[in-house]
C-alpha cells in the first residue's frame, strides 16, 4: 500500500505520518489490495471552499471531500490501483470538535475514515446507507483504538 499526504497548508502543525498510519490500517481493515495508493491533502479553508464550490457547486467549505479516481487500473493488471484522494480541511475539524465536544484528534480520524470509505464505495445519501456507513466509521475507529496505534 502507498498512501502519500501533503499538505497544502504552510508551515504543517500536524504530524502527517498520523493521517498515513491510519489510512493504511483502514486499507487493511478493508481489506484493499497490497497495491492501492490512496492519497490524502490537508488543505486550509479557503482551498476548500474552493474544491466544495468547484465540485459540488456548495459555495462553503466543508470537512472533508473524497475523489475517486475515474479509472482505476485492473486488479489484474500488475499496476498499482489509485483509488483517489481524500482531501481534509484541519481548521474545520477544529470548529467541529468543539461544537461535538470531542478531540481534534478524533474528529480529524473520523473524517479521514470517512473519507476513504467514501472512496471504497460507501455512501450516506439514504438513511439505510448512513447507518451502514456510520457503524463502519464506529468500528473501525474503535478497532484503531484497541491496537493502540
Keep these: 500500500m502507498l498512501i502519500q499526504v501533503i499538505s497544502h497548508r504552510e508551515p504543517e502543525p500536524l504530524a502527517l505520518d498520523a493521517f498515513e498510519r491510519l ?17 490524502v491533502a490537508i488543505v486550509d479553508e479557503s482551498e476548500m471552499a474552493h474544491l466544495n464550490e468547484q465540485y459540488r457547486g456548495v459555495s462553503e467549505s ?12 485492473p486488479a489484474d493488471s500488475g499496476e ?3 483509488l483517489g484522494d481524500v482531501v481534509i480541511a484541519p481548521d474545520v475539524a477544529l470548529r467541529q470538535a ?23 464505495g460507501y455512501d450516506h445519501d439514504a438513511d439505510e446507507e448512513a447507518a451502514v456507513m456510520q457503524a463502519r ?13
Design 98 to 120: 468543539s461544537d461535538l465536544g470531542t478531540t481534534v484528534e478524533m474528529e480529524l480520524n473520523l473524517l479521514l475514515v470517512h473519507g476513504v470509505l467514501h472512496l471504497l
Design 23 to 39: 489510512g493504511s490500517f483502514v486499507l487493511r481493515m478493508e481489506e484493499a489490495p497490497d497495491a492501492v495508493e490512496l492519497s
Design 137 to 149: 466509521e464506529r468500528a473501525l475507529l474503535e478497532a484503531w483504538v484497541d491496537a493502540g496505534e
Design 62 to 73: 466543508t470537512d472533508v471531500l473524497s475523489f475517486g479516481c475515474d479509472e482505476p487500473c
Design 80 to 82: 498499482p490501483i489509485a
